[in-house]
């Protein structure tokens, strides 16, 4: 089982970035997937998820209107679309697999500064 996140970076308060989660050794399209993030000192939070179909998502109130999750069960792969980034998004963000059993990502650094 891996999951894979790319799209990380530095970025300025407002900006955007989009990150990916390729998914490979288990049956992608079975499985909720969410994206987590951990800021230095803190607990991981879980950001937004999406259901299995991609019909139903879901995101903490702090990102509501600015990230946008997606996915395409034909790549294996989920999204995180961020906008209008704030310092406070600034955290290592984590992809994550669930069905009862988890899988996650080793994490990509977003970093939101001027």
């Known amino acids: 089982v891996q999951l894979v996140e790319s799209g990380g970076g530095l970025v300025q308060p407002g900006g955007s970035l989009s990150l990916s989660c390729a998914a490979s050794?288990?049956?992608?399209?079975?499985?909720?997937m969410r994206w987590y993030r951990q800021a230095p000192g803190k607990e991981r939070e879980l950001v937004a998820s999406?259901?299995?179909?991609?019909?139903?998502?879901n995101y903490v109130d702090s990102v509501k209107g600015r990230f946008t999750i997606s996915r395409d069960n034909a790549k294996n792969t989920v999204y995180l679309q961020m906008n209008s980034l704030k310092f406070e998004d600034t955290a290592v963000y984590y992809c994550?697999?669930?069905?009862?059993?988890?899988?996650w990502g080793q994490g990509t650094q977003v970093t939101v500064s001027s």
């Open positions: 994550n697999a669930f069905r009862g059993v988890q899988f």
């Open positions: 050794g288990f049956t992608f399209a079975s499985y909720v």
């Open positions: 999406i259901s299995s179909t991609g019909g139903t998502a």
